[in-house]
T-cell receptor, first 111, second 113 residues
Framework: SQQGEEDPQALSIQEGENATMNCSYK?????LQWYRQNSGRGLVHLIL?????REKHSGRLRVTLDTSKKSSSLLITASRAADTASYFC???????????FGSGTKLNVKP | DTAVSQTPKYLVTQMGNDKSIKCEQN?????MYWYKQDSKKFLKIMFS???????INETVPNRFSPKSPDKAHLNLHINSLELGDSAVYFC????????????FGPGTRLLVL
């Protein structure tokens, strides 16, 4: 299949700890994005990394991309209870902004 | 000031019925999308319109028909609803078909009984 696949499916940590989620994909991509979905809500864009980039930062978020391994990771540092959500990666390998999402990593940050 | 809005938020209906979901964006974007999120949270693109023109049409049963009356609106009509259509349907928009960031609506939770 073409979609990204997140790993692990679920992650539970204590507030203050770091959370790392991974995404693997199968075909060469143009871009990869990470989105967050709070329970019962729509997805919110977090960060985009292009295929020629290796690392990007946004606040407490750090995204890496390894095109040779066809994988990306999202690191959330100093997690907060408000970070509790599902995190999705979306891969874009074609035209017309066609993104393929996985089923997400469900992060639970315990206060 | 909701950027992407969908109606209704919840929809419970009987098998065989026909229903519509509406989406509106006030971001001035040219491109809109419909996604289906199943019970396992897997999110799959269904359709995309750019300036009222259909540009993405994934393998979706022809019981699903999108309509874009103008670039701020994208509706989804579903005929002869089936149990497997139960899911959350998300509308999204982006600046244009070449821009990457998509803005999602809150979703419409459809339950077919």
């Amino acid at each position: 299949s073409q979609q990204g696949e997140e790993d692990p499916q679920a992650l539970s940590i204590q507030e203050g700890e770091n959370a790392t989620m991974n995404c693997s994909y199968k075909t060469s991509i143009n871009n990869l994005q990470w989105y967050r979905q709070n329970s019962g809500r729509g997805l919110v864009h977090l960060i985009l990394i292009r295929s020629n980039e290796r690392e990007k930062h946004s606040g407490r978020l750090r995204v890496t991309l390894d095109t040779s391994k066809k994988s990306s990771s999202l690191l959330i540092t100093a997690s907060r209870a408000a970070d509790t959500a599902s995190y999705f990666c979306a891969t874009d390998f074609g035209n017309f902004n066609k993104f393929y999402f996985g089923s997400g990593t469900k992060l639970n940050v315990k206060p | 000031d909701t950027a992407v809005s969908q109606t209704p938020k919840y929809l419970v209906t009987q098998m065989g019925n026909d229903k519509s979901i509406k989406c509106e964006q006030n971001l001035g974007h040219d491109t809109m999308y419909w996604y289906k999120q199943d019970s396992k949270k897997f999110l799959k693109i269904m359709f995309s319109y750019n300036n009222k023109e259909l540009i993405i049409n994934e393998t979706v049963p022809n019981r699903f028909s999108p309509k874009s009356p103008d670039k701020a609106h994208l509706n989804l009509h579903i005929n002869s609803l089936e149990l497997g259509d139960s899911a959350v349907y998300f509308c999204a928009s982006s600046q244009d078909a070449g821009r990457e960031t998509q803005y999602f609506g809150p979703g419409t939770r459809l339950l077919v009984l």
